[in-house]
């Protein structure tokens, strides 16, 4: 069974910065799937849990940061990461399999990154 | 200026049973050559909802786009997945199909197996097939639950902002103007001109630079829709298409703002600077780079090529300083990086100087050592054919074996491992040394990092596709003009600025731009009237509690909502949701890629 990596990317940031790895042809697991959205503040809690238990390994949320182009969004996110957190606790599942993280445009090395240590996450899964 | 309107929809294709096509695209090679697209179409055939599934050698094409087409007239498809490169390229062509066929163009989904499969997944071929069935399949479920919706738009300002005002920017600016649209050139330097300014006789017309210059800067300040700001420094650029502001402070201390509908990027180029002691550069006397020997030879008298006041009777020419360097042999500069690119330009120009050096100095001997000579614009060779034919003598070296230069109280002497004569160890006598150094973009890390403009590896401004949008970046509606992308020469700076020009008039043309309609929108009959959302809104207006057929529920006001979803996140039945992204397209999507 695969450990699918699940990439919530934005938009106007993340989703060109995926574009970005692919264009300069660097390379990295066949086992994530980049969906795209105008801002991951749209997500309520149980739509994380609710993709761990459909059988998702892991999940990175790559924001637009302090870069987003919504007023407060990103600030409202991170408040709702951190209750999905919580959530995850009381469920038993490992806090490392979601990550919120910040990437640009450009941001090729550090969405290899992401996905790398991810990877390490949803090892153990 | 972000007032929006709503335009009428163009088919209502929800109420029908969705009948989906599938499109897979094999970009040539690129796609098909690492994904079985072909069992990427059978097993797409086969899911739930697809009424047809077909692979084409490019989907983009005019060909291809008939496939969808005629599969909607023949067929009634009613929804369309593409799989193919990124939705910034082609999203919108599809659409357009779309809309064309009769069916509301928001019934597509773009899935992305070009930059995000087969350009990531080379060395898994059956990994990044998998991984193309399972986005297109979550792009079918996707496009299942999507309504036709209506375009928005903005209103934009009829103006476009030129940053930068040389070659490519004075031309951009009157291109605009000749297609009706007010331009404001923004320059710091305190004339126009750039480095025009600093250039002698130019090929290929033999003009000055300054004269080009000039003639250029007359046309503008006779133009009435061109606005001028020199000596200038920029601190802010910021907003969107449509709507951007430029802050920038005047040469006596005011502070000005410019709002432009579209911005053109004419930043233009630096000089790379030799490091200290490079060829002797910096130490050693009569080490001069090409600009630096191109202005020597203005202030030359006739008859006699002087510098420092000595006569010059042998010059060598050293190509490639400053481009395509390589790594372990070139040093890195400040910031660690090489310059690995060819600036281009540079063997025309050390050529064409060369012969203007035979042409008024005839006695005057030259060595060109170089490692390959590109001359690679229309007739150039010809600059390589008149150097041969004047008697210039040229030296080959290879990439790991750089030239020497050894410089002592006679001179210089340049020593080439030359490839022309199979490697003999050739040394040369020369009265001067002139580097021809290459193109660096110029320092506009300020602008870059308010718009997150894109570079390249090269540190040049980074166009969305070299043959497709080449004068665009990804910022929407900002285009590029000129060195400020990669290295080019005056006829080819003013070429890509009529295009950026061109662009930013196609895209000012109306006073509103059509934008994406993906606000929130409530479901009234879900609505419970809880008024959590509200909260959640930072856009005054944008969403509250009103009552509507005697009901207490959230009402969204399209003109001020950006369509973020922070409301739909907090939404306990779902009742609110951003169009063309809600939670049941995204929980399905998630469902068919998790499922084995």
């Not at chain 1, 987003?68 to 399999?97: D, F, Q, T, W």
Request: aromatic share 6%; charged share 25%.
């Amino acid at each position: 069974m695969s450990k699918k990596i699940l990439i919530i990317t934005t938009n106007h940031s993340s989703y060109p910065g995926a574009d970005a790895v692919g264009q300069a042809r660097m390379g990295y697991s066949a086992d994530t799937y980049v969906i795209r959205v105008p801002d991951p503040v749209m997500f309520p809690e149980d739509f994380y849990l609710n993709a761990f238990a459909k059988g998702i390994a892991g999940i990175i949320i790559m924001s637009s940061g302090s870069d987003c182009p919504y007023e407060g969004a990103y600030e409202r996110l991170s408040k709702r990461v951190a209750r999905v957190y919580e959530k995850m606790k009381a469920k038993g599942i490992a806090a490392n399999r979601l990550k919120l993280t910040t990437i640009c445009t450009v941001c090729r090395a550090a969405f290899l990154k992401e996905i790398s240590e991810m990877e390490k996450a949803v090892a153990a899964v | 200026m972000d007032e929006k309107i709503t335009e009428a929809s163009s088919k209502d294709n929800y109420r029908q049973e969705p009948k989906v096509g599938v499109y897979i695209c094999h970009c040539g090679g690129n796609i098909s050559d690492i994904i079985d697209v072909k069992a990427v179409a059978a097993a797409l055939a086969k899911y739930p909802g697809v009424a047809v599934a077909r692979e084409y050698a490019f989907m983009c094409s005019s060909n291809g786009q008939d496939l969808i087409a005629e599969d909607i007239k023949n067929l009634g498809i009613n929804r369309t997945v593409v799989a193919a490169c990124s939705p910034s390229l082609h999203e919108l062509t599809f659409r357009n199909v779309l809309q064309r066929a009769g069916v509301n163009p928001y019934l597509h989904e773009h899935i992305n197996i070009r930059e995000q499969a087969s350009w990531v997944h080379k060395a898994d071929h059956a990994g990044a097939t998998a991984k193309a069935i399972k986005l297109a399949q979550a792009g079918v479920e996707k496009v299942k639950r999507k309504d036709p919706l209506n375009a928005i738009r903005v209103a934009a300002e009829p103006r476009v902002a030129v940053i930068g005002g040389g070659v490519a920017g004075m031309r951009a600016a009157l291109s605009a103007a000749g297609k009706g649209l007010e331009a404001v050139i923004i320059e710091k330097a305190p004339r126009l001109g750039g480095k025009l300014l600093e250039l002698g006789k130019m090929y290929p017309s033999g003009e000055e630079g300054t004269a080009i210059a000039g003639k250029l800067e007359a046309l503008v300040r006779a133009e009435s829709k061109i606005s001028v700001h020199t000596g200038v420094d920029i601190d802010f650029v910021g907003g969107f298409v449509g709507n951007f502001k430029i802050n920038f402070k005047n040469s006596d201390g005011t502070s000005s703002q410019v709002k432009a509908g579209a911005i053109i990027m004419a930043t233009g180029y630096q000089h790379y600077k030799p490091a200290q002691g490079e060829f002797g550069y910096g130490e050693s006397a009569n080490v001069v780079t090409l600009p630096e020997f191109i202005s020597l030879m203005k202030n030359s008298p006739a008859g006699r090529l002087e510098y420092s006041g000595k006569e010059i009777k042998s010059l060598a020419l050293i190509h490639c300083v400053g481009s395509r360097q390589v790594e372990g042999i070139h040093k890195p500069q400040a910031d660690g990086k090489i310059n690995d690119y060819c600036s281009r330009v540079c063997c025309s120009s050390a050529l064409y100087a060369a012969n203007q050096v035979k042409d008024r100095y005839p006695g005057v001997r030259i060595y060109d050592v170089y490692r390959d000579i590109r001359t690679y614009g229309m007739q150039h060779e010809t600059y390589y054919d008149k150097a041969s034919k004047d008697g210039v003598l040229f030296m080959r070296h290879n990439e790991a074996d750089q030239p020497v230069i050894v410089s002592d109280r006679t001179g210089h002497t340049v020593k080439v491992k030359d490839v022309l004569t199979w490697g003999e160890e050739l040394e040369v006598k020369a009265d001067l040394i002139v580097l021809v150094t290459g193109m660096m973009p110029s320092d506009i890390s300020l602008i870059k990092s308010q718009m997150k403009m894109p570079t390249g590896a090269d540190r040049f401004l980074q166009e969305v596709h070299l043959k497709l949008r080449p004068v665009e970046l990804a910022n929407s509606g900002v285009f590029i003009a000129g060195t400020a992308q990669y290295p080019m020469d005056v006829p080819e700076a003013m070429a890509a600025a009529g295009t950026a020009a061109a662009k930013a008039a196609i895209l000012l043309a109306e006073p509103d731009i059509p934008l994406e309609p993906f606000v929130a929108v409530v479901d009234e009959h879900k609505c419970t009237g809880c008024g959590l959302c509200p909260a959640e809104c930072s856009y005054d207006g944008a969403l509250m509690m009103a009552e509507k057929n005697g009901k207490k529920v959230a009402v969204v006001n399209p003109a001020l909502c950006k369509g973020c979803g922070a409301c739909v996140a907090v939404c306990p039945v779902r009742a609110i949701n951003v169009a063309g992204w809600t939670l049941d397209q995204f929980d399905a999507m998630v469902e068919a890629i998790a499922k084995e």
